[in-house]
C-alpha cells in the first residue's frame, strides 16, 4: 500500500514475491531452451556425426549393430575376391568385418559425415596401411566411383536418412556390377517388432519408417531384379536384398 508516496512493507513483500516468481520463470525457460538446444544437437549429432558427440554415438553404434549386421551379412554371397563398398559406414566396423570376409578382396567406405570417416579410418588403420580398405566422404546421391565396379554394396542402418530413396538407390545400382548386389540392413520397419518404440525417436531423427512391402517395391522401381527380403521377427530386424539385373 502507497500511504502519501511511500511503499509500505506489505507492498515490499509482494514486489520481492512477484520478483522471486519471475526469476524462476525465467530460470525454468532457460534451462528449457538449453535442453532443447542439446537434444537438438545430439539428435543433429545422431544423423550426420561431426563432432565428437558424434563420435561417442558411433562408438556405441560398433558395438550395438554388429549382431544386426551379422546376421544381415549371412543372406549374401561373400567371395575372397570380391570389390565391395559400404555405405554410410559410419564407426567402421562392418568395413573391418567386410574386410574379414573378402579376405583377398578390397573394401571401400563412404559416409557424408566428416566425423564418420575420421573414426572409421582409425578403426580400420592397419586395413588402410596395407592397401585393402579406403575410405572417403561422400553422399550416396552422388557416388565418387565409375559405373560396373562393386561386387557388393552394403548398407547397415543408413538407407532411412538417403534423401530421396528411389534416385539414391538407383546411384548404388549405377555403381554395382552387372549381377551385383546390395544389401540394405535395419534393426526396425514398420510391422517391427519394437517399432512402437522405436518410431518416436526414428521420428525426432527424421528417418524413413518403410515396411518389408515399400521396401521390396522401392528396390523393385529402382531397377533392381531378384529382390528378397528377409525378417528376424523376434528382434523386429529386416534386410532387403536386390541385384542389378545381367
Ligand atoms: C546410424 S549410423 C550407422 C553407421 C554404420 N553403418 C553402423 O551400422 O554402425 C548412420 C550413418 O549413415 C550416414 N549417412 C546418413 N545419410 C547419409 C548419406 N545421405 N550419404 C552417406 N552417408 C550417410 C551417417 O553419417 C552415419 O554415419
Same mark, same amino acid.
Given at each position: 500500500?502507497?500511504? &502519501?508516496?511511500?511503499?509500505?512493507?506489505?507492498?515490499?513483500?509482494?514486489?520481492? @514475491?512477484?520478483?522471486?516468481?519471475?526469476?524462476?520463470? !525465467?530460470?525454468? !525457460?532457460?534451462? $528449457?531452451?538449453?535442453?532443447?538446444?542439446?537434444?537438438?544437437?545430439?539428435?543433429?549429432?545422431?544423423?550426420? #556425426?561431426?563432432?565428437?558427440?558424434?563420435?561417442?554415438?558411433?562408438?556405441?553404434?560398433?558395438?550395438?549393430? &554388429?549382431?544386426?549386421?551379422?546376421?544381415?551379412?549371412?543372406? *549374401?554371397?561373400?567371395?575372397?575376391?570380391?570389390?565391395?563398398?559400404? *555405405?554410410?559406414?559410419?564407426?567402421?566396423?562392418? %568395413?573391418?568385418?567386410?574386410?574379414?570376409?573378402?579376405?583377398?578382396?578390397?573394401?571401400?567406405?563412404?559416409? @557424408?559425415?566428416?566425423? &564418420?570417416?575420421?573414426? &572409421?579410418?582409425?578403426?580400420?588403420?592397419?586395413?588402410?596401411?596395407?592397401?585393402?580398405?579406403?575410405?572417403?566422404?561422400?553422399? *550416396?546421391?552422388?557416388?565418387?566411383?565409375?559405373?560396373?565396379?562393386?561386387?557388393?554394396?552394403?548398407?547397415?542402418?543408413?538407407?532411412?536418412?538417403?534423401?530421396?530413396?528411389?534416385?539414391?538407390?538407383?546411384?548404388?545400382?549405377?555403381?554395382?556390377? #552387372?549381377?551385383?548386389?546390395? %544389401?540394405? %540392413?535395419?534393426?526396425?520397419?514398420?510391422?517391427?517388432?519394437?517399432?512402437?518404440?522405436?518410431?518416436?525417436?526414428?521420428?525426432?531423427?527424421?528417418?524413413?519408417?518403410?515396411?518389408?512391402?515399400?521396401?521390396?517395391?522401392?528396390?523393385?522401381?529402382?531397377?533392381?531384379?531378384?529382390?528378397?527380403?528377409?525378417?528376424?521377427?523376434?528382434?523386429?530386424?529386416? $534386410?532387403?536384398?536386390?541385384?542389378?539385373?545381367?
Amino acid at each position: 500500500m502507497i500511504v &502519501s508516496g511511500r511503499i509500505v512493507h506489505e507492498d515490499w513483500e509482494a514486489l520481492g @514475491y512477484v520478483a522471486m516468481q519471475t526469476v524462476k520463470a !525465467l530460470e525454468l !525457460l532457460i534451462f $528449457c531452451a538449453l535442453f532443447s538446444l542439446a537434444a537438438l544437437y545430439t539428435l543433429n549429432q545422431v544423423r550426420k #556425426p561431426t563432432k565428437w558427440v558424434g563420435r561417442f554415438f558411433l562408438g556405441i553404434m560398433n558395438a550395438s549393430h &554388429s549382431n544386426l549386421t551379422d546376421w544381415g551379412l549371412q543372406h *549374401v554371397r561373400i567371395e575372397k575376391g570380391f570389390a565391395i563398398l559400404d *555405405v554410410g559406414c559410419g564407426g567402421g566396423r562392418t %568395413i573391418q568385418k567386410l574386410a574379414g570376409l573378402a579376405t583377398e578382396g578390397m573394401i571401400w567406405g563412404v559416409d @557424408y559425415a566428416q566425423g &564418420s570417416v575420421t573414426a &572409421s579410418r582409425r578403426k580400420n588403420a592397419q586395413l588402410i596401411r596395407t592397401g585393402r580398405v579406403e575410405i572417403k566422404q561422400a553422399s *550416396v546421391s552422388q557416388l565418387p566411383f565409375p559405373e560396373n565396379n562393386f561386387d557388393l554394396v552394403t548398407a547397415v542402418e543408413t538407407q532411412y536418412y538417403w534423401p530421396n530413396l528411389v534416385k539414391d538407390m538407383q546411384e548404388v545400382l549405377r555403381v554395382l556390377k #552387372p549381377g551385383g548386389t546390395l %544389401i540394405v %540392413i535395419a534393426e526396425n520397419h514398420e510391422k517391427g517388432k519394437h517399432n512402437k518404440l522405436q518410431r518416436p525417436v526414428m521420428g525426432l531423427l527424421r528417418t524413413m519408417n518403410l515396411g518389408v512391402d515399400d521396401q521390396q517395391e522401392l528396390f523393385s522401381t529402382a531397377g533392381y531384379t531378384n529382390i528378397q527380403m528377409f525378417v528376424k521377427e523376434a528382434k523386429g530386424w529386416i $534386410c532387403g536384398i536386390g541385384e542389378k539385373p545381367l
